[in-house]
């Protein structure tokens, strides 16, 4: 099973980038899927997660009302639309699945971690 997030680039401050996570032996169906995010020097950070059975979305402060989580079953992809980008938003960013219980914004939270890609928001 292998998780692979794409969409990443170099874009500056107040551009979007939509973040797409695939995923090859999984079928994503209703369970949990979060974005979590890794900026330099930094641990990594819980920031979306759409949960199972509802598509109930969440979000941490720091990305609320400018990312959006979403998920589309028939692509097998969630995405990660980033609109008003900052600097400060750099960082890799990894989607993750498999969720461990019912919390979702610590690295503990997830077992199934993708490659990342990398976002960098220039000034």
């Known amino acids: 099973v292998q998780l692979q997030a794409s969409g990443g680039g170099l874009v500056q401050a107040g551009d979007s980038l939509r973040l797409s996570c695939t995923a090859s032996?999984?079928?994503?169906?209703?369970?949990?899927i979060a974005w979590f995010r890794q900026a330099p020097g930094k641990e990594r950070e819980g920031i979306a997660c759409i949960v199972s059975d509802n598509d109930d979305t969440v979000y941490s402060d720091s990305v609320k009302g400018r990312f959006t989580i979403a998920r589309d079953n028939a692509k097998n992809t969630v995405y990660l639309q980033m609109n008003g980008l900052k600097p400060e938003d750099t960082a890799t960013y990894y989607c993750?699945?498999?969720?461990?219980?019912?919390?979702?914004?610590?690295?503990?939270?997830?077992?199934?971690w993708g490659r990342g890609t990398l976002v960098t928001v220039s000034s």
């Open positions: 032996g999984l079928t994503f169906g209703n369970s949990a």
């Open positions: 993750v699945a498999d969720q461990q219980g019912s919390s979702w914004t610590r690295t503990t939270d997830f077992a199934l």
